[in-house]
């Protein structure tokens, strides 16, 4: 019998998937909307509120955004906009109002999906606080408290016949994610029907996919790794075990609990899975694979991972190309453990020095890549053009080689950003925000190393006269600032003056360098 063709916008393969793989599981492990059901009823459902979107008016190329945790309402809610045509815009829980505010303005959305609360934090009332935007329709509230003027998640069905298809084009846009890089304000990655699909079906997504397995997901949503995932049930059909809090001992027993077979993550994940065995409280005997990225990745914790029969492997993608490169379960151990894998089919990457030079093996240079799952430009069209050669090659801002064998490694990064556990902040931003406090005179924020979350952030600041500045008080600052916890100073280096160039830039090398010898 011959398979059905691949669909070729998300819609459809949503449409496709649900209906192939109707009886296949979805289970939401949450302490506050724990939920088990089948890909069928997840369909079912999405077409009902996919109904409704369409009655506001909601179709083709309109943004509809959603900062839901990993529930069931929110993998309803983005099958529900693809379905409709819409643009999906997943934004991370952890953003506060200033960032969500700048992301609904600048994005257009016409919809947003939030919780009433989650983790001790009051979502909702969060409303109060974005200001004017205009070309929003509609607030749904997913939870017990609905504020005035917004709609409950029940609210949000009509009857599924009242569904029509729409109609759209594989290089219209279905995806667009915020992601913090060089500049202080969140970019808005675009990605087409095409190369969403491409990276859906690229082989990094589709290992350990089929019958037996099944797949942990633990990356937060707003992530295109936490896309990826959800698009392995949604398009792939594969059994899934959705995590809406990170928690390493609890993401360990669900792997013994569920028999699952896969997962992904950060190192911070997969340090957290090896921690809970080797205290023996779980056994991940099921676990055969682990991919895992989003941050620096030492060569000892996949060392470590096979000892412990768990065959890791390394992946290097960006929110705008997805997945570069990737190793697999059947290479060698020091390829899985030194390099970052090989260039994935569809894909290419080039290795330039300063002067645009295309560079040999081994040589490390700024890596630019182009390839099928290449995202189509940021909503800001003005970040475009500094972001690619002037022949089309986006500027990944990493630093990497190529070996005789053709895998790719990273050993360095251009852009001044701060990864930590697989999250990027932009320096700029913390410099903005700490910057502002009024016992503070210059600051100048980097990535502090850390084995657990690759890197936190750490700040030298320069005070004004006879002025002192604990880390308590930048925290309370920053809190006051409304942004991201995570994005708040864990290491704070209170300095006399900053290195600079002789055109006056502060230089960030000598900082990182004398941070690497405090901490030593």
């Known amino acids: 019998m011959t398979p059905p063709a691949r669909a070729e916008t998300l819609g459809e393969a949503i449409r496709q998937g649900t209906t192939e793989h109707a009886g296949c599981h979805l289970i939401v492990d949450s302490d506050e909307r724990p939920h088990r059901g089948t890909l069928g009823e997840l369909g079912a459902e999405g077409l009902e509120v996919a109904a ?19 529930w069931w309402e929110g993998a309803v809610f983005q099958a529900a906009a693809a379905l409709a045509g819409a643009v999906i815009l997943p934004i991370v829980p952890v953003y506060g109002a200033r960032e969500v505010s700048f992301i609904l303005r600048e994005s257009r959305a016409k919809v947003f999906a939030l919780p009433s609360g989650f983790r001790g934090r009051a979502f909702a009332g969060m409303l109060d606080d974005l200001g004017d935007l205009p070309d929003l329709v509609a607030t749904v509230v997913v939870g017990d408290e609905v504020p005035d003027g917004s709609v409950s998640w029940t609210a949000a ?21 915020y992601t913090s890089g060089t500049t202080a304000d969140p970019k808005g990655v675009q990605h087409t029907h095409r190369s969403l699909l491409a990276e859906t079906w690229s082989p990094v997504v ?3 996919t089929g019958p037996g397995s099944s797949h942990l997901s633990v990356f937060p949503s707003g992530h295109v790794a936490a896309v990826n995932g959800l698009l392995r049930i949604l398009v792939l059909g594969s059994p899934t075990v959705l995590m809406d809090a990170w928690g390493a001992d609890r993401a360990a027993q669900l792997i013994d609990d569920y028999q699952v077979t896969v997962t992904a993550g950060a190192p911070v994940h997969l340090a957290g899975f090896l921690d809970a065995r080797e205290r023996g409280e779980i056994r991940l005997t099921s676990l055969r694979e682990y991919l895992v990225g989003g941050a620096s990745v030492p060569p000892a914790l996949v060392e470590r991972a096979d000892a412990a029969g768990i065959v890791a492997y390394r992946a290097y993608g960006l929110s705008e190309h997805p997945t570069i490169s990737g190793s697999t379960a059947s290479d060698p151990l020091v390829k899985r453990a030194h390099t970052d894998g090989r260039v994935q089919p569809g894909n290419e990457v080039r290795i330039l020095d300063d002067d645009g030079n295309v560079l040999g093996r081994d040589q490390d240079g700024e890596i630019v890549s182009r390839g099928s799952e290449l995202f189509a430009g940021y909503r800001d069209s003005g970040l475009d053009e500094t972001s690619f050669t002037d022949d089309g090659w986006f ?64 700040v030298f600041v320069v005070l004004r006269e006879g002025t002192d500045l604990s880390l308590d008080e930048i925290g309370e600052h920053f809190r006051a600032a409304g942004v991201a916890r995570q994005k708040t100073p864990e290491v704070v280096r209170v300095v006399e003056v900053l290195p600079r160039t002789p055109a006056g830039k502060i230089q960030k090398v000598p900082l990182r360098t004398m941070l690497i010898e405090s901490l030593s």
Do not use: C
Request: glycine share 12%; proline share 5%; charged share 25%.
């Open 52 to 70: 409704w979107l369409q009655s506001l008016g909601v179709g083709r190329g309109d943004v509809v955004a959603l900062q839901l945790p990993n």
């Open 157 to 177: 069905h009509l009857d599924p016949a009242t569904y029509q298809a729409p109609v759209v084009s594989p290089d219209d846009l279905t995806l667009l994610v």
């Open 206 to 208: 589709m290992a350990g």
């Open 395 to 458: 500027r990944t801002g990493d630093i990497g080689r190529l070996d005789a064998d053709g895998y790719l490694t990273i050993t360095d990064r251009k852009k001044d950003i701060i990864v930590r556990g697989g999250e990027n902040f932009s320096s700029k931003e913390i410099e903005d925000v700490l910057g502002s406090h009024a016992r503070v005179a210059e600051v100048a924020a980097v990535g502090a190393p850390d084995e657990r979350y690759g890197e936190r952030v750490a």
